[in-house]
């Protein structure tokens, strides 16, 4: 599932291309996937794009929003004057833009289209007054590691529980935008193993792994996002993180720096967790 560099790498693509639209129409071609009344965003003009957690809200002049989830395979992508010469789509643009899978089509202003696109179809955008917003959006979500979770906060987190430390990295109502890739990769930079409970971390490794998880997203941020399952930025095409993960996705392979033990693949809460036997510390 897209984590927190993959929706920052889609809020950017939508702050650039939608910049200077408004909408014209709206086709929705699944119910279940756009809620609300797409009648309040004629004529209305962008006005810019807001990340919550994992969510995303695309903010009209007109006092509405379109808050969404991209979930498992949401594809957001652009057509139109703001890229004028758009790069090939990622063959993870499955059958198309007004294929299949494409399930709203927003039509803008000067020539402009805005496709969502969703395989598994978890993905949802819903038409939400901006002043509802930050309640719709906010209210269960944990503070954010490049925002605002400072230290003391995160050491107040880990040291409540006792679950493994990599479930409480993970837990969205703790801490928001941190999923299975970059969880995996911060527990690894950080030596410590992702089965640990998470008391039972010291005052150093929680420093530690506090670092770690601002440098691993930064890195995604920068790779712009790993494309895993379906996932796209606006423009179509995908990621590069997935081709930089420090132990995420690399079972069997020799871990990159002990060099002595294989990386190891378990299941922890049904996922896929991957570290180094060697050193990473129980
Ligand atoms: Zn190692």
Redesign the pocket.
């Known amino acids: 599932m897209p984590e927190l560099p993959e929706v920052e790498n889609i809020r950017i693509g939508l702050e650039k291309y939608l910049k200077g639209h408004s909408i014209k129409s709206v086709e929705v071609l699944n119910r279940r996937i756009f809620q609300g009344d797409e009648k309040k965003l004629i004529d209305a003009k962008f006005e810019s794009a807001e990340r919550f957690g994992k969510m995303i809200a695309i903010n009209f002049n007109n006092g509405f929003s379109l808050l969404a989830h991209v979930k498992l395979t949401g594809q957001f992508i652009y057509r139109g004057p703001n890229l004028p010469n758009p790069p090939e789509l990622s063959v993870k643009v499955t059958d198309g833009l007004g294929g299949k899978h494409t399930h709203v089509v927003f039509h803008l202003n000067r020539g402009g289209v805005l496709y969502y696109n969703d395989i598994r179809k978890f993905g949802w955008i819903k038409v939400v007054e901006t002043k509802k917003l930050k309640n719709e959006a906010v209210s269960k979500l944990g503070p954010e590691p490049l925002k605002d979770l400072t230290l003391n906060l995160f050491t107040k987190t880990l040291s409540s529980s006792k679950r493994a430390v990599k479930v409480i990295l993970m837990d969205q109502s703790k801490i928001s935008g941190i999923g299975n890739i970059y969880a995996n990769d911060a527990l690894w930079l950080s030596q410590i193993a992702p089965t640990r409970s998470s008391q039972s971390l010291s005052e150093k490794e929680i420093k530690t792994l506090y670092k770690a998880i601002k440098k691993v997203l930064r890195e995604g941020l920068k790779q712009g996002g790993a494309s895993e399952l379906a996932f796209v930025t606006p423009d179509g095409t995908e990621g590069k993180y997935q081709d930089h993960t420090l132990v995420y996705g690399r079972e069997g392979e020799l871990?990159?720096?002990?060099?002595?033990?294989k990386?190891k693949k378990i299941f922890l809460s049904g996922r896929g967790t991957y570290f180094?036997?060697?050193?990473?510390y129980d």
């Open positions: 871990c990159k720096r002990c060099k002595k033990a990386i180094c036997p060697n050193c990473q």
